[in-house]
Every structure is written in C-alpha cells, then in structure tokens.
C-alpha cells in the first residue's frame, strides 16, 4: 500500500457486491462506524476511512504546520484511496462533518456517488455552531486543544443517552495533535460558503438524511433544505441525537439499508 494513502480497512462481501464507503466527521475515526460493520459487510463491500490525522492516518504533511487543509484537499485524499482501491462508483455514508466531504466529493467526481446517506448532517451553521466557533477561535491557542474538544462534545451531545458517542468522539479525538485539530478547526473558516452552495444545488445522486430529533444543532436546517430537492430524503430517528449511527445503531442501519436496497 502507498505511504500517502489514507489508512483504511475493507470488508469483502463479494466480488460484484456494491461499495459502501464510511466517512467520520471531524475528531472521530473509522472506528466510529463498528456498530455498521457487522450488519452491512453482509451485503455490501466496505471501506473504513480515517480521514488525514486522525485515526491511524498521518497528517500528509507532518513538517509542514503552515500548511492550510481545504475541503477539497480532503476529499482528494479520499478519491485518490479509492482510485488505488478501483473502485469507481460506490454509497456513501457520512456523520457530520463527513457529510461535507461527501457532497464535495459528488461535485470532484459524480460518476464515483451512486447514493449518499448524510447522518447529523451539517448543511447550515446555526446560531449555537458559528458560538462555538468563535470560543474555538478564542481559546484555540491558549488552552490545549482536548479541552476545547471535549467542552465541544458536550455541548453537542450533552445528553444521558449521547453519553456513549461523546465519550468515543472524545477517546478518538485523543490520537489528533494540536497542529492537526488547528488544521481541522479552520476549514469552518470555509464551511459558511461550502454549505451555501450545497443548499442551493440539489444533490446529484439520490440522498436521506438521518437525523436525531434532539440534534438541536443541524435538523432545523436539514429539514428546511430537504423540502426544496426533490432527490432527497429525511427520516428523523426519535429520542436520539447528533451522532445517531451510535445512539440508535439498530434503527440507523435499519433505516440505511432500507435507502440502499432501492439502489441495490
């Protein structure tokens, strides 16, 4: 495997099984996706991502702490792991952040998008998101990065039953560095422009959404933005939160397949 590729794992179901392919949103891992892995590895050929510095991903560019990440940079990371895998079209599936990537991916390279399935997806940043925003900007350089991520954690997920998927966010949030988590936090710097131009375009692939109805932060938009494009989809999963794919993993897969199974 080439040292500049993304670290990745894969499930083979089959040899003509469809891809599905897992993208974490910021401060989490592959590893975020194991409640996933054993249900759709039965019908479905699986990639686990770990975006640049996180996970078991390096930064790309450790001697260079100047260095400024895009969401385009990301995403290449992604298509150029999946251009060494040949994999050429594939389902997509993002939590939060990931699906940011997503959607840039489907505007990189459509032909690889056969479907996507945004979870807490993040298509506005509201009132409370751009807040956090700017006490990350505040403090980002006076107090270590874990404490910042873990007050973000949970102020997101600050629930009893978020208690799992705050704490697994937060121990995969430990194998970030601070240069890494800086890097990660600017790209909100471009996000207000990103989202605005996702919730003008209609997706170009079929899409749902997956959100928890106490993700206070995301579905107000997500449910505005739905209603104005025809390809795409919700379903809100009651008494869950932002990170539903952990919350209510049952539900979650079970919502998801049945998406997917219509594409199949």
Known sequence: MKSSLLHHKTYICAPNADWLVFIHGAGGSSATWFKQVRYFRQYYNIVLVDLRGHGESTSRDPNNNSQRYSFSLVTQDVIDLLDFLNIKSAHFVGMSMGTIIVRTLIEIRPALVKTMILAGATVKLNCYAQGLITIGNLFKDILPYMWLYRFFAFVVMPQRCQKEARNIFINEARKLNKEEFKRWFALTKDAQTILKRHRKLAPQAPTIYIMGDKDRFFLE?????????????????????????????DRFNQIAEEFLSQYR
């Open 221 to 249: 938009a997500v449910v505005q933005n739905v209603s104005r494009h025809e390809t795409s989809h919700l379903k809100v999963m009651v008494n869950c939160g932002h990170v539903c794919n952990i919350e209510q993993p």
